[in-house]
Structure formats: C-alpha cells, structure tokens
C-alpha cells in the first residue's frame, strides 16, 4: 500500500506513486473541489489519510468562509472530489437529515468509504452518526443517533455513532467496519458503550455494556463494563477487541480481557492476564501471560500475532481468530458426549454459549441446532 505522509508546511499532501516519485494530490492553495469561485476560501486538512494499492486516496479537510466547513475528499492525485460535507442530505432510519460537518474517513481497495459526520434535521442540531460512500450508491446512513439501537432491549436509542478509530484495521477490504455508539435503555440513566459489525448498510451487534457474553468457565456469564482499544476486523469479518469483565457471582472483575468476534456476532473469551501457556519444546514449560497491551499486537488475517513477557523470556504466539464451532461447548476442540453435557449447563443457566441460532433466545430450536452440528463432519475439529 502507498505511503501517505502527513502534511508538510505549508500543508502539501503527497503520495507516493506507482513509480516511486512523489506528486500533490492537494495543496492547501488549490481551490477546495466542488466548491465554487471564491477568493475567500480557504483549505485545510485534517489528521486522517488513506490509500488504496493504486494510489486512490480519502482524507478530511474544511474549507473556510464565514465558517467551518469539514468535509470528507476522495479521488486520484490531480483529480479530488468532494465525498461528503456540509449541506448534504442523507436519508437515515429518522428520515432525511442534513450534514453539518464530515471527516475520520477510512477507505478500502475496492474504494468504499466510511466516515463520521454530524448532522441536524428539521434544522435543529442532532448528532453524530457513521455513514458509508460508494461511487454507486453515494453516501449512505449505517448508524446514526436518535435511531433504535439494534440488537437490545427494545425502546433503547443510539445517542452517538460513529467509525471506530481506535486502530487502522477497522474497516476492511471485505467491507466490513466497526462501528462504535453509546445508546441510552430505557431501563438506565448512564449511557453504555456498544460495538457493531457493519457490512455495508447491515448491522451486526458484537458487544455492549451490561451485556451478557459467553464465559468460558461453566458456572458464570460475565458482562462487560468498558472497553479498551478495537484491534481491527479482517476480511471475512472476523476480529477482535479488549474489555473489561464482570463475573458478578463471583465478585471478579477482569480488566484487561481480549476478545474475538465472527461476522455472525459471535463473541469468544480469547486471552486474559490469569492465563497460562505452554512454551516448552520437550518439557512443559508453563508461563503466566502478562497483560497484552494494543501496541503489542499484530492484527493479521484470520489471526493475531501477540508479543508478551514472562520470566524475563519475550514470547511471541498466536491467537486465531476462527471461532470454534457452535457445538464444541466445551472448547476443548472435538465434539463429543462431554459437549452434550456442557451444552444442557449452558442451556439452563442461560449462558449465551448455547444459544445456537443467536437468536437472544433459549428453546427447542437451539437443542436441533447444536444437534445438527454436533453432527456435521464438518465441524469436528478432534
């Protein structure tokens, strides 16, 4: 992928080319595109750039009259078009709003684009919410505030939304992107924190805060209760996140909790400070894992590469991001008669880990679908 170096004074963007050398994709001196003559303008980027293998690019900028105007910009070097910015309409789950402001965006091969931007409707200053753009369907709403939050407890609104930049790998060449919001239930006066698989205008929720998620030990269901950096999503959707936990029967709190997650919205425990690996060659050789940090991890495709310490020794190992089949209940990887057993635990303490379907809902249909794949050759993975 091109290099895109930051600005440089006074404000020149380059990008590196096909053939090595540097060209202006913009200068802060060129009339904003899509704008029409005025010597009053001015140009100014901002922080976030991306580029596609070809040397397509997307990055934020306001122009400048009387006010502010943040906008979103994509197109080749010497051919920049305005995406998204103010005045926009967009039609959205509230009906057509008007942006307000645009920007953060991120871009993949296949030049999608998501951003950010606030918007008001019927002329009263709404929120934020995140949008999508493509050269065929032009800009659409994937999330926005004041809509229903999907997947929870009816009567709970999205307050905000918006791309998850916390880490360059939230949206991906298979257009799929992390969408972070904070939604108000109606059942509580603080907001909570919710994260959302995106592939184009489609939501998938991941995880939210006071949400009940698959534990690995039998006895309990924790619930998160903050979030720390989204690692990224690949391709196939697949990817990760930190949290924090509660395990409230147990009065544990576990605050530096990895996670992965597919693209059906399943969510698995992957990594904690408590955990133990194995580094031994011919003898075991058991270490505690230290507490892996975001800046410690390589988020690849289908898999993270993760860099810890332990006894003095840096070790380096890898946590894949494929799920375990739905009928390995156990997560000891085959399926067998101990599943079965697992599965009835799950199933009458509620646990998440047996509702099959992904329906939010224990019954008949998630003893026929774990039946089925206990089943599947398929899905053995003994």
Request: net charge negative.
């Amino acid at each position: 992928m091109p290099l895109i170096f930051p600005p440089i004074p006074p404000t020149v963007l380059f990008v590196d080319a096909a053939d090595g050398t540097l060209q202006p994709a913009v200068r802060s001196s060129d009339q904003p595109p899509g704008a029409s003559a005025n010597a009053g303008y001015a140009f100014g980027f901002g922080d976030l750039f991306a580029a596609t293998s070809d040397g397509f690019v997307a990055f934020s900028a306001e122009t400048t009259v009387s006010s502010k105007q943040p906008g979103v910009y994509a197109g080749m070097p010497g051919d920049i078009r305005r995406i998204a910015g103010v005045g926009d309409s967009v039609q959205t789950a509230l009906g057509q709003v008007e942006l307000t402001g645009a920007g953060g965006p991120l871009l993949n091969e296949r030049r999608e684009i998501v951003f950010t931007a606030s918007f008001n409707s019927g002329g009263t200053q709404f929120g934020t919410g995140a949008f999508r753009y493509d050269a065929v369907t032009g800009i659409e709403a994937i999330l926005v505030a004041g809509e229903p939050a999907p997947g929870l407890l009816d009567g709970t609104i999205v307050t905000r939304a918006s791309i998850a930049l916390d880490h360059n790998r939230a949206f991906s060449d298979g257009g799929f992107a992390l969408i972070e919001a904070s939604v108000q239930r109606p059942d509580r006066d603080d907001t909570d924190q919710a994260l959302y698989l995106a592939r184009g205008t489609d939501l998938t929720l991941i995880a939210a805060e006071n949400w009940a998620i698959p534990g690995r030990s039998l006895r309990t269901v924790p619930e998160f209760f903050g979030f720390r950096p989204f690692l990224g999503v690949d391709s196939q959707g697949r990817g990760a996140f930190f949290a924090s936990v509660v395990v409230a029967d147990l009065f544990i709190r576990i605050p530096d909790a990895l996670f992965v997650f597919d693209a059906q919205g399943r969510v698995e425990l992957a990594l904690t400070d408590t955990d133990f690996i194995d580094i031994g060659d011919t003898a075991p050789d058991i270490r505690q894992v230290a507490a892996a940090d975001a800046d410690d991890i390589a988020f690849g495709e289908g898999e993270l590469i993760i860099t810890t310490r332990s006894a003095g020794d840096t070790i380096v190992f890898r946590v894949p991001l494929e799920l375990p089949c739905l009928a390995d209940q156990d997560r000891d990887g085959d399926l067998d008669i101990d599943d079965f057993s697992a599965f009835l635990v799950n199933f009458f303490s509620f646990n998440p880990t047996a509702d099959i379907n992904l329906d939010g809902f224990f019954d008949v249909d998630d003893f026929s679908g774990f039946v089925a794949e206990l089943f599947d050759p398929s899905c053995d993975q003994g």
